[in-house]
């Protein structure tokens, strides 16, 4: 399976666990519940942004690397201070 692949299904997942969850609230289901399932949620979301933001990381670099390219190095470390 592909990264791209990858990413939507985690992604698929998301959409389906946060309707889920909308559903749980409706039904009035107990907090702790929500929560877990939020946090499931949430962390699928952050693999899937991990996949993405270590693709254009790893190219960046190869780009900074190969081309001398300051401003992709730049925005890689803009990118890491985001996620830290």
Request: no cysteine; aromatic share 2%.
């Amino acid at each position: 399976m592909t990264d791209k692949a990858k990413i939507k299904k985690f992604i698929n997942i998301s959409r389906g666990q946060l309707e889920g969850i909308v559903k749980m609230l409706d039904d009035e289901r107990d907090s702790l519940e929500i929560s877990d399932q939020l946090m499931a949620t949430r962390s699928l979301l952050k693999k899937a942004n991990n996949m993405i933001l270590g693709n254009h990381i790893e190219e960046s670099i190869k780009d900074a690397i190969v081309y001398g390219d300051e401003d992709k190095v730049e925005k890689i470390m803009k990118a890491l201070e985001k996620q830290i």
